[in-house]
């Protein structure tokens, strides 16, 4: 059984930061790209961040340069530094991981997190 839960969402003034964070437990081998993605009402889900085990990562154009996403390995855990917040950054904000479990070597399996809120109000 592999868990992800997110953590540090909440209530912040626009201009504020606020860091996400998403650790992953269980039977797991290895862990390969490890992401944040966000749904806010009435919208389809998109991706914000992505990082992968070698250390690229991928940003949504509009949060390039505000936000940074980072990783623990030995932790089985991804950050979300969100700065420079804005109203439109409103969203349910998901952590994504792509798993190898040590149950099924070799095949790659998809965890969603179960979502932490980010509200960015005045």
């Known amino acids: 059984q592999v868990r992800l839960v997110e953590s540090g969402g909440g209530l912040v003034q626009p201009g504020g930061s606020l860091r996400l964070s998403c650790i992953a437990s269980g039977s797991i081998l290895s862990i390969d790209a490890m992401g944040w993605y966000r749904q806010a009402p009435g919208k389809q889900r998109e991706l914000v961040a992505a990082?992968?085990?070698?250390?690229?990562?991928n940003y949504k154009d509009s949060v390039k340069g505000r936000f940074t996403i980072s990783r623990d390995n030995a932790k089985n855990t991804v950050y979300l530094q969100m700065n420079s917040l804005k109203p439109e950054d409103t969203a349910v904000y998901y952590c994504k991981a792509d798993i190898i479990r040590t149950a099924v070597p070799g095949v790659i399996y998809n965890y969603w997190g179960q979502g932490t809120q980010v509200t960015v109000s005045s």
């Open positions: 990082l992968t085990s070698g250390g690229s990562t």
